[in-house]
T-cell receptor
Framework: AQSVAQPEDQVNVAEGNPLTVKCTYS??????LFWYVQYPNRGLQFLLK??????LVKGSYGFEAEFNKSQTSFHLKKPSALVSDSALYFC??????????FGPGTRLSVLP | DADVTQTPRNRITKTGKRIMLECSQT?????MYWYRQDPGLGLRLIYY???????NKGEISDGYSVSRQAQAKFSLSLESAIPNQTALYFC??????????????FGSGTQLSVL
């Protein structure tokens, strides 16, 4: 069965510094990977996806993610964090039934 | 107006009560989903529907039922609510019809508390 792990419950980073939110996955077959963000009192919003092609995927709000097949990872990155990036981030994989399986989430705090 | 609308936004109910959460969408998508979110557990799939005549159980369907009244409407019911159903519930859609789903669109959520 497909699964997603986010090894860090919380990531703290200073404003202006680069950030990384980690995700590893387990799938049978080709992975379809996603990142979503949840701001307080809001639903999840799509950030980016990897379906095929380049291993570095660019998404919304300056975020990007690097797909690494050998390490089964799909880490979310941003070169320079903003306080407004503080939110809950979810990694997800689409399974063979075309449903989406989510990780437990990582809370990102960007400190001014 | 929001593309995926959930009502109510908040609900407090008592153990044993029946409750319905409603979801409507204006995106024209055929696929609709109900998830619940619990701290540290992420989102878990309760039920999903790929069209009006297609309803499927998800990972945690026990204690829940759904109805797809129309392509745009998908409601979730708790027949007899219990305290461990206290959670944040999300409706989501994906589409367009016939296409492989490439992302989900979420409503704003319903915070349900069962006392």
């Amino acid at each position: 069965a497909q699964s997603v792990a986010q090894p860090e419950d919380q990531v703290n980073v200073a404003e202006g510094n680069p950030l990384t939110v980690k995700c590893t996955y387990s799938v049978s077959g080709n992975p379809y990977l996603f990142w979503y963000v949840q701001y307080p009192n809001r639903g999840l919003q799509f950030l980016l996806k990897y379906i095929t092609g380049d291993n570095l995927v660019k998404g919304s709000y300056g975020f990007e993610a690097e797909f690494n097949k050998s390490q089964t990872s799909f880490h979310l990155k941003k070169p320079s964090a903003l306080v407004s990036d503080s939110a809950l981030y979810f990694c997800a994989v689409r399974d063979y039934g075309q449903n989406f399986v989510f990780g437990p989430g990582t809370r990102l705090s960007v400190l001014p | 107006d929001a593309d995926v609308t959930q009502t109510p936004r908040n609900r407090i109910t008592k153990t044993g009560k029946r409750i319905m959460l409603e979801c409507s969408q204006t995106k024209g998508h055929d696929r609709m989903y109900w998830y619940r979110q619990d701290p540290g557990l992420g989102l878990r799939l309760i039920y999903y529907s790929f069209d009006v005549k297609d309803i499927n159980k998800g990972e945690i369907s026990d204690g829940y039922s759904v109805s797809r009244q129309a392509q745009a409407k998908f409601s979730l019911s708790l027949e007899s609510a219990i305290p461990n159903q206290t959670a944040l519930y999300f409706c989501a859609t994906s589409g367009p019809p016939g296409a492989v789903p490439e992302k989900l669109f979420f409503g704003s959520g319903t915070q349900l508390s069962v006392l």
